[in-house]
């Protein structure tokens, strides 16, 4: 039978260390904040798209708005044109961003549950391994 000194158990402490499945759980951990980044900046695109859209169709509509008219009633008109025109691009542009958070928010999700299930497995073998290792330590052959 084998006497556990203080070296031994420090030794068979470091063996239980298994930096292999430790390492695949932070590749894990950095691929998914990598995916999270990505889908985070395709977000900001699409909005600062929207929005820029929606501001060049605003100033157009100001151009247009601002035209020097003939008659003093063309100016209600263009008024009443402008404030119709500027109602529908706020609707589009709500929209718009409403799509876009949905399909973020749909993406977030996805993944969240994908990584969590990668990191859950991978977690599982290493604790799994770590178990192994321990009965093994435990219950020595003789």
Do not use: C, W
């Amino acid at each position: 039978m084998a006497t556990q000194t203080k070296k031994t158990a420090a030794t068979d402490m470091q063996n239980l260390f298994d930096p292999q499945g430790y390492q695949d759980i932070l590749k894990t951990m950095a691929s998914m904040n990598e995916r999270m980044a990505s889908i985070a900046i395709q977000a900001g695109t699409r909005a600062t798209d929207v929005a820029s859209e929606a501001a060049k169709e605003a100033f157009s509509n100001a151009r247009e708005f601002t035209h020097v008219r003939d008659e003093p009633a063309e100016y209600g008109k263009a008024f009443t044109d402008f404030a119709q025109k500027q109602t529908e691009l706020f609707t589009r542009t709500v929209q718009a961003f409403a799509t876009d958070m949905q399909k973020t928010s749909s993406e977030t999700s996805e993944l969240a549950s994908k990584a969590g299930d990668e990191i859950t497995t991978k977690v599982t073998a290493t604790a799994e391994g770590v178990a192994q290792k321990v009965n093994t330590a435990a219950n020595p052959v003789a």
